[in-house]
């Protein structure tokens, strides 16, 4: 059996700001931009042909793009297997044990400004791949299949505004609220989401984890463009503070648009 793992993107760090700001033909799509925002580690490659004070100029337009893809410097693209397989990036059951709102690291190599690494070397960005299996006992996610609905509150969702190229305005941020989300209040910010205005922006992908009013599992939900998938991963524990989390990457987001439409799911 397959699973997706993660995706990985190769990024040179001599050329990749010239390629961010490539003037892209309406209708076109800007690869560079596509490649930041999907994902899930970004390898900063060829350190060493340019400055500390470069390297710092291209990870900060990395992070203005996606704020949440650790980014790994390296030389020749010297990389260590365990930074590329079984990352779980994809694995529903797998968000609740990681931070999934908080800005991803950078490796003390890339602040170095020289990545030195060693072990695999790796040439290209790619796609993980697994045995399609969670370790996770608590988990009920049936990794062979779509989407689908759960206590009351299943979510569709489509991104299709047409107008798919990426350019500056791609951005990234991340809610956390305290609080049990209303199911009913949930469903309806899930369709706002999937009938977005254009002028609100486009939604790239959704990672969440949510604690819905009388759900005693931890939600969990994951969107790349128009596919998505949800759960129910470990249960709250008793005395456990319900903290929903959730983070959006897309183009020309209206954080505060959507930060209504969240904090609105908590009001009864």
């Avoid at 956390?176 to 992908?205: A, H, N, Y």
């Avoid at 599992?217 to 949800?230: G, L, P, T």
């Avoid at 249960?235 to 983070?247: A, D, H, M, Q």
Wanted: overall charge negative.
């Amino acid at each position: 059996d397959l699973r997706l793992d993660a995706v990985i993107a190769l990024a040179d760090a001599k050329h990749l700001v010239g390629r961010l700001d490539d003037k892209i033909e309406e209708g076109k799509v800007n690869e560079a931009y596509q490649q930041i925002a999907f994902a899930d580690k970004i390898i900063l490659n060829k350190l060493d042909l340019v400055s500390p004070e470069q390297a710092i100029v291209v990870r900060d337009r990395i992070r203005g793009i996606n704020k949440f893809a650790k980014i790994l410097g390296t030389i020749k693209s010297r990389v260590r297997m365990e930074e590329l397989c079984n990352l779980r990036a994809h694995d529903l059951c797998n968000f609740v044990n990681e931070d999934i709102e908080k800005e991803a690291e950078f490796v003390k190599e890339f602040e170095a400004g020289h990545g030195g690494g060693h072990g695999h070397e790796e040439g290209h960005g790619g796609h993980g791949h697994g045995d399609g299996h969670c370790d996770d006992s608590q988990c009920k996610e049936d990794h062979g299949h779509g989407g689908h609905g759960d206590a009351g509150h299943g979510h569709g969702h489509g991104h299709g505004h047409g107008d798919n190229r990426h350019d500056t305005r791609v951005n990234s941020f991340a809610f956390v609220t305290e609080g049990e989300i209303v199911p009913r209040k949930l469903s309806s910010f899930m369709q706002t989401l999937g009938q977005l205005p254009p002028d609100k922006g486009t939604i790239f992908r959704i990672k969440a984890i949510m604690a819905v009013k009388g759900h005693p599992f931890k939600h969990v939900f994951h969107a790349v463009m128009d596919v998505s998938d949800e759960d129910d991963a470990a249960p709250w524990e008793e005395g456990e503070k319900r903290i929903s989390k959730i983070v959006f990457i897309g183009k020309a987001m209206d954080r505060e648009f959507f930060r209504r439409g969240w904090e609105d799911c908590f009001v009864d």
